[in-house]
């Protein structure tokens, strides 16, 4: 049994930690969120969208597979957390406007094998909602997942780890986390697992800020994740319980955590409007931003030295990425 410490609790973090546990090391996680619920990391914001296929319009093969392993990991997780609802993996939808069709062409040039055109009747047997115009692709094998429900789920079905809420790490070194109430863990192994909390070990690291609405919606149905091909923007519309369909989301240069702009919100509504013209009275919900961790090739890392391990760098995909990262994690645990 191996003594580990966790800088970050994100889904990184969290996941790890509950993976370490079950197997029967001692954990320990610090981060300055005050309790399991509080969404103090990115993983809170995230739309929960598991698109491999999508995804390789902007993102590395390496990105594709370490995606499609994870797609098979997360429903087992789900159901060693009792709770299977979390993840489904039924399929998502790539659409485009007619008068955007070359742009959704060069983004279905860089996918594999996989997004089968759907003709007009298809597309309304699948989704009524939709605008009919669209023209629409199947990606048979895409999922989503309840991002801030497994977070939780994953915290409180710990119970062997000891979970430091409220504490900030100040130094994450092999063997060692310092933390800012001046204590020190010693550790058989250190996980960074920070996010952009970690820039200082990882100058190159950088946040790229996203924004996203929650729009409740009741009577419009829409019953997989779907996205947008558009020439400006990277729009998906991805259906939760209650009615609730989160519309995501902006990708800005830049480490600013401020309200989501006019802009994006304009963009991300029309966007979403013009695929999904029953949105027309949804009422907006919510609204929140927060920053990617992301390094300069957009692929994430795993670095290894005796008495530490960091995982940074998971960008747009970080729910997409975290099992396959933990499954090669653990072994160099
Ligand atoms: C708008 C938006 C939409 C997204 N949508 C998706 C999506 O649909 N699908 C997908 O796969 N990904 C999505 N992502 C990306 C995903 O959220 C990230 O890749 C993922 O959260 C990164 O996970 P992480 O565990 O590395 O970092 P985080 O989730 O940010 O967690 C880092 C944790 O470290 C803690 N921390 C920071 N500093 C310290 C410190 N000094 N000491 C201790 N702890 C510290 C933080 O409090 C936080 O809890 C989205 C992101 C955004 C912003």
Redesign the pocket.
């Given at each position: 049994m191996a003594d580990i410490a966790i800088?970050?609790?994100?889904?990184?973090?969290r996941l790890l930690a509950w993976q370490l546990a079950r197997n029967g090391h001692r954990v320990r996680v610090?981060?300055?969120?005050p309790d399991p619920c509080a969404p103090?990391?990115?993983?809170?914001?995230?739309?929960?969208?598991?698109?491999p296929l999508a995804e390789q319009a902007h993102a590395e093969p390496e990105v594709a597979d370490l995606g499609w392993r994870s797609l098979r990991l997360w429903p087992l997780i789900a159901q060693a957390l009792g709770q299977p609802g979390l993840v489904k993996t039924e399929g998502s939808l790539l659409l485009a406007h007619g008068s955007d069709v070359g742009t959704a062409q060069r983004a279905l040039a860089r996918m594999d094998d996989g997004p089968e055109p759907l003709n007009r009747a298809a597309l309304q047997m699948l989704e009524p909602a939709l605008a009919p115009d669209l023209k629409a692709w199947w990606l048979p094998g895409e999922g989503q997942l309840m991002?801030r429900e497994l977070l939780v789920a994953l915290a409180r079905a710990s119970p062997g780890v000891d979970w430091l809420w409220g504490?900030?790490?100040?130094a994450?070194q092999p063997h060692l986390i310092a933390l800012d109430d001046g204590t020190e863990l010693d550790a058989d192994v250190v996980i960074d697992?920070?996010?952009?909390?970690?820039k200082p070990d990882l100058p190159p690291l950088r946040g790229v800020?996203?924004?996203?609405l929650w729009l409740h919606a009741p009577g419009v149905a829409l019953h997989r994740p779907v996205r947008l091909l558009h020439p400006r923007h990277r729009v998906?519309l991805?259906p939760r319980p209650g009615d609730v369909i989160v519309v995501?989301?902006?990708e800005v240069e830049s480490e600013d955590r401020s309200p989501v702009s006019l802009r994006s919100a304009v963009e991300l509504m029309a966007a979403a409007h013009s695929a999904l013209p029953a949105l027309a009275e949804a009422r907006i919900v919510h609204m929140?931003?927060?920053?990617?961790?992301a390094l300069p090739d957009h692929r994430p890392c795993l670095i290894h030295e005796p008495g530490l391990l960091r995982?940074?760098g998971?960008?747009?995909?970080?729910?997409?990425?975290?099992p396959a990262l933990a499954e090669q994690a653990l072994q160099h645990v």
């Open positions: 800088a970050g609790a994100g889904v990184m973090g610090v981060d300055p969120a103090g990391a990115a993983a809170f914001t995230a739309a929960g969208m598991l698109s991002p504490r900030r790490a100040t994450v697992t920070r996010g952009l909390g970690a800020r996203g924004e996203i998906y991805v995501g989301a902006s929140d931003t927060h920053l990617r961790p995982i940074n998971l960008f747009r995909h970080g729910w997409l990425l975290a």
